[in-house]
RNA sequence: GGGGAUAUGGCGGAAUCGGUAGACGCGCUAGCUUCAGAAGCUAGUAAACUUAUGUUUGUGGAGGUUCAAGUCCUCUUAUCCCCACCA
């Protein structure tokens, strides 16, 4: 008899799907389509380990079991491969990024290859080459036309050890997202994208998309919106005003005093000269200290006193006006409207610098803090006493806009995206600067604005690009007036490739467009994009924000590119630590199948081990039991079909309802992504057959359903080993192209039932009635059961509760 | 500080509607097989008590609703992730 060896099997089926294009999507079928995706990998050199195979592997099982359950399916791979780590490669060896890009590539695809993953290779793309970046740089233009692309001299987050400046979204508690150093603010001309434009329906259509809460809701909190009010303050002895925005106007009788950030214009005018050098020192020290430093939550409040007063609009107070770089000049108006009764950093502010504290809320409940920062009730605030927080804010703002001194506003966290880089391995930007019509795009129809190859790859002098020191990319002419002009040198980011890639997958090799609509309109939205929760707020956000723009545009019909989001969660090492080269307890894939396991028997550790959006410790132990499985699989099919019965002997009722009862599970389970169970499932199913076994050897012809089924059941999991025994059972076509087995409820149904007796909400028996019973039939059988009656005894039965086909709960005392 | 998630045996985990807690797998134990080991096959495996039939306890903790709670309600604790002086 055969035996299971997947060394020996697995590269030939590998083979086999490529030659037969098994996985090649077709753009014209009466199927209903199903576009499958996960993010398009970085090729880095390393080795991928058992963690991104978890990734994969979701993907891959939700497209094949898609497929034979007839949708029509597109579930692509492509390269990521713009971006740093080949640069800073490229700079150590001087191997040019190209070179080392296009090996990543052919070794991470073998990876792929050998898991077993199905791609359709036919739709390969790679963003760094021309024929990809020539329409990312289309789209470059395309937003600069709709006024989204823009440049600003501002500043700005700057990478010290990248050499580059970096979005917002790249800079984690004050490092660089990719090398970990501290950066640094630089003022800086920097390319721009206007997504705040956007903001609101990023927010709103959160709503409409199948993503997980925590996903939507890092979103929501790093766009950041904010509904509130500005108001203004009239300075005293003076015509100027300073604008204050709050979310709680609701507080405005309890302000003792107004903040500015350093920044602020309005010192010049508010500066008194007992004060002004006071007032110079502490500007000069906030602009030392990094906008990192400033944001350091423990600080200690500092801040320092103008000389000047401002009014209250309400209460005509007069109000003193305070520096302090606890205000952020880049949000709202960059001043506000401090009440340290009911905000806590207005309080620390107010007892370090002795100001007054004013209640005006009263909490609804009882309050024994210092400080209470909730909604409740009004007091001390004059006509607007006894109101409710929510109605004092609407009714203040409303009555201060009588004169114009106040108005709703909304406010966003989010700001717009820096996209320029001043590196080398990147998208061009398309760009031309004339000395006489100033920025000109590059005509589309002159795109791609070719990335030169270089001899060294060293960013230059003066925070810029290392294009700005190659003449013959830089020296061009103006497309509008023809006179001498020099190209924009810094390079896209790489989250611009990456925010239409899905798009390009449906019409890949389109040398006209981007993508055709007609093939955009057939694939897209992504029905299933599966990915790690990194993206949330960068990739994701971008993506849905040029998704809008397109939209707006007439591009495409559909506004959020992803309708259901899968975050799968990680594999962590044994020891729950996080897997990585560095800590060196990655387990890699290619050393399991070298060890004999196979691709199999790690695409199923990788789903048993848990549900597929929790995280889990790798067991390379717990993989000899997906093994054993599979050998199971193996052995009791090499016996069916080596078997001397011609398996034409009766039905077996026990055999057909173990194979339909199965069925349904696994159906039921993977079209809800819940693997692990399918995969048990799957497991028990095998157990049992090998009881049968025994008692029937394999006489019955309920086997022709039991091991095809089971075949088919476990294919999109155990690609291999399932093609291999399906051929054995005489098949030619591919078992990933077979339709996905159904289930008769008719082999389903029994004629006896267990029932469960439970007294006093106590299990105390278990009887085996038949089904044809009816309640009455049941009690009566329950009632005299020897072992109820004994527990009942004399007492009264108070209750009796039956659950048809399951329970029966007495209630006696 | 704000937001999100999680908590079940020695371990990973399972449990449509509230209805037998611990499926399935790892590990462990015993038997068969084997020169031996490995592999394989069969059986057992929540805890405590019990000769046994059994009894009691048990899903982070405390209350509650219910004939019945891992599941629903209130409060609470721990861990993880994200954001964080955004007014």
């Not at 002159?446 to 700005?468: I, W, Y």
């Not at 009791?636 to 069925?663: M, P, R």
């Amino acid at each position: 008899m055969k035996r299971y060896n997947p060394k020996e099997i697995e590269p030939k089926w590998q083979d086999f799907w490529q030659d037969k294009k098994i996985y090649e999507a077709d753009d014209k079928s009466n199927k209903p389509k199903k576009y499958i995706l996960e993010y398009f990998p970085y090729p880095s050199g390393a080795t991928m380990h058992v963690g991104h195979v978890r990734n994969y592997t979701i993907g891959d099982s939700i497209a094949r079991f898609n497929r034979m359950s007839g949708f029509n399916v597109l579930h692509p791979m492509g390269w990521d491969a713009f971006g740093l780590p080949a640069e800073n490669y490229a700079i150590k060896t001087g191997v040019s990024p190209r070179v080392a890009i296009d090996e990543n590539t052919s070794h991470f695809k073998k990876q792929l290859i050998q898991m077993g993953f199905g791609y359709d290779w036919s739709r390969e793309i790679d963003s760094t080459k021309p024929e990809y970046y020539k329409w990312t740089q289309w789209f470059f233009l395309f937003l600069f036309e709709k006024g989204l692309a823009y440049q600003k001299q501002s500043s700005q987050f700057y990478c010290p050890k990248d050499q580059t400046v970096l979005a917002n979204e790249q800079v984690e508690n004050g490092l660089c997202w990719r090398c970990g150093s501290k950066v640094e603010k630089k003022s800086l001309k920097q390319w721009f994208f206007k997504i705040t434009d956007y903001a609101d329906r990023l927010v709103k259509d959160l709503d409409d998309v199948n993503w997980s809460e925590s996903i939507k809701s890092m979103q929501r909190n790093w766009i950041g919106r904010s509904v509130g009010s500005e108001v203004d303050f009239s300075i005293d002895g003076s015509e100027d005003k300073i604008r204050v925005y709050t979310t709680r106007i609701d507080t405005i009788y309890g302000t003792t005093f107004l903040v500015v950030a350093p920044e602020h214009p309005i010192l010049g005018n508010i500066v008194s000269n007992d004060q002004k050098v006071a007032v110079d020192e502490y500007v000069k020290q906030s602009q030392i200290k990094s906008e990192i430093d400033r944001q350091e939550t423990n600080r200690e409040k500092t801040g320092v006193f103008s000389g000047s007063y401002v009014v209250n609009p309400l209460t005509k107070a007069k109000i003193p006006i305070w520096i302090a770089d606890y205000v952020l000049y880049g949000y709202g108006t960059g001043a506000i409207m401090a009440v340290p009764a009911h905000d806590e950093r207005d309080l620390e502010f107010a007892k370090k610098f002795n100001i007054d504290v004013i209640q005006v809320i009263k909490p609804s409940g009882d309050n024994k803090e210092e400080i209470f920062t909730g909604e409740g009730t009004l007091i001390n605030s004059d006509k607007y006493n006894d109101l409710s927080s929510s109605d004092a804010r609407e009714k203040i703002t409303l009555d201060l806009a009588q004169n114009g001194s106040a108005e709703e506003k909304v406010n966003y966290k989010l700001r717009d995206w820096l996209i320029s880089r001043q590196r080398y391995w990147g998208a061009p930007i398309p760009i031309i600067h004339c000395p006489t019509d100033g920025i000109v795009p590059v005509p589309k129809d002159h795109l791609p604005v070719l990335l030169p190859e270089l001899d060294k790859f060293v960013p230059g002098v003066d925070g810029k690009s290392p294009l700005a020191s190659i003449d013959s990319f830089v020296n061009t002419t103006c497309p509008k007036c023809g006179g001498s002009a020099k190209r924009e040198t810094d390079t896209m980011d790489g989250f611009a490739c990456s925010s239409w890639y899905f798009l390009r997958f449906a019409d890949p090799h389109n040398d006209s467009e981007a993508f055709s609509r007609s093939l955009a309109d057939y694939w897209l939205p992504v029905d299933d994009y599966i990915g790690g929760a990194e993206h949330a707020v960068m990739h994701l956000l971008y993506a849905r924000f040029w998704t809008k723009v397109m939209f707006d545009d007439g591009l495409i019909n559909f506004t959020e590119p992803f309708t259901t989001l899968r975050n799968q969660g990680m594999i962590l090492a044994h020891d729950g630590q996080k897997m990585s080269k560095s800590k060196n307890n990655t387990v890699n894939p290619d050393e399991l199948i070298s060890q004999g396991y196979g691709a199999d028997s790690i695409r199923l550790m990788e789903l048993f081990i848990g549900p597929w959006n929790q995280s889990a410790n790798w067991s390379t132990e717990g993989l000899s039991g997906t093994f054993r499985f599979l050998q199971r699989v193996w052995n009791v099919t090499q016996e069916y079909v080596n078997s001397a019965s011609a398996h034409e002997g009766e039905e077996s009722g026990d055999l057909l309802k173990l194979t339909h009862e199965t069925i349904k599970k696994v159906t039921a389970n993977a079209s809800n992504l819940d693997f692990n169970t399918s995969i048990s499932a799957l497991m028990e199913m095998v157990n049992e057959l090998y009881k049968l076994k025994i008692v029937d050897e394999m006489d019955s012809k309920s086997w022709n359903v039991a091991i095809p089924s089971l075949l088919k059941l476990l294919a999109p999991f155990a690609p291999h080993i399932t093609e291999e025994l399906w051929h054995d059972l005489g098949n030619h076509d591919s078992i990933h192209i077979s339709s996905w087995p159904e289930y008769d409820e008719k082999y389903l149904v029994s004629d006896s039932m267990e029932i469960v007796v439970q007294v006093n909400g106590k299990v105390r028996a278990k009887l085996t009635l038949p089904t044809s019973y009816d309640e009455n039939k049941i009690f009566d059988e329950v009632l005299s059961n020897e072992r109820v009656s004994a527990l009942i005894k004399d007492q009264e039965l108070i209750k009796k509760i039956y659950i048809p086909g399951k329970l029966v709960s007495l209630v006696v005392k």
